[in-house]
Each structure stands twice: as structure tokens, then as C-alpha cells.
């Protein structure tokens, strides 16, 4: 059961594409965050997403939302895949332990082996404001993510 809006979301910290270490609580405080749980890298609706987020960096950006991708591919697997495909963004391995992340999000797919398609938009203060997931093989829209992203504005 993947976790609900107005709660806690649960640190974590993942490599980046680049190795780099990313934790969920740098952000805190700063900015909001866009956690963006796909199931695997090099897969056509995957790629079909995360090139309309890269085309569509701008939304995030100028709502001061921090765009993470987390899957269960290796950071190499997604270093390649990135570098490819030209995302601005940060693709995180949930690599090992495999899913863990997406495990504590309630969003991996025990007997597939990866994530569903889910996004969860974070506020500053650490506390998941909008969140949506899709059927498996249907994409994520932008409309979803523009709404998702009004959720965090204060009212």
C-alpha cells in the first residue's frame, strides 16, 4: 500500500547516476521534491515519461520542485540511459538492497521486481502533499504533474 498524502516521507539515500550520494533530508528546509518511482531504465514508456519531464523541466524548476527518478537499475545502467537520453535530472539506483526504497514508499512490485509507475511530491518540511500512481503500462500525464505540484503551493 503505497503511503498517503499528509504524512512523512522516509528519508533515504540513494547514488546518482554519477555516484554521487543524495539524500532525501537535503532538501529539507530548502526546496520541494518530485520523487519519481519508474520501473526500469531503457523501457519505452519509461522513456516516453521521463522525456516529457526533461522537456518539461521548466514546471519544476520554476515551482522549486527538485526532480528525483528512482529505479531499480544500477547507477550505470542509468548513467548510460541519462546521458542518452540528455535528462537534467537525477536518476537514483534503489539497487541494493534491491527496491528498498520503493519498498518503504509502498510502491514495489514484489513479483515483478521494480516499482510501479507512482510520483510523490514532497513539501519542505518533509511531509507528502500530492502523490498519484498509474495502472501498469499507462504513463504518468504533465497534467497530473502540474497538479500535483499546485498541491504544494500554500493556499
Known amino acids: 500500500m503505497a503511503l498517503e498524502n499528509d504524512t ?83 536518476l537514483l539506483a534503489d539497487f541494493w538492497p534491491h527496491g528498498a526504497v520503493a519498498k518503504e514508499y509502498g510502491v514495489f512490485l514484489e513479483e515483478k521486481g521494480f516499482s510501479n509507475r507512482a510520483t510523490f511530491l514532497i513539501d519542505p518540511d518533509g511531509i507528502i502533499r500530492a502523490s498519484f500512481i498509474t495502472a501498469p503500462g499507462e504513463a504518468r500525464s504533465l497534467e497530473a504533474y502540474r497538479a500535483a505540484i499546485g498541491e504544494l503551493q500554500p493556499a
Open 8 to 90: 512523512q516521507a522516509p528519508d533515504f539515500e540513494l547514488v546518482n547516476q554519477y555516484g554521487e550520494h543524495i539524500q532525501l533530508s537535503q532538501y529539507r528546509g530548502d526546496k520541494s521534491v518530485a520523487l519519481v518511482f519508474f520501473p526500469l531504465a531503457f523501457s519505452g514508456i519509461c522513456s516516453g515519461e521521463l522525456c516529457t519531464l526533461r522537456d518539461n523541466l521548466s514546471l519544476f524548476e520554476n515551482s522549486g520542485v527538485e526532480l528525483l527518478g528512482i529505479s531499480v537499475d544500477s547507477r550505470h545502467a542509468l548513467r548510460a540511459w541519462g546521458e542518452q537520453e540528455n535528462y537534467g535530472f537525477n
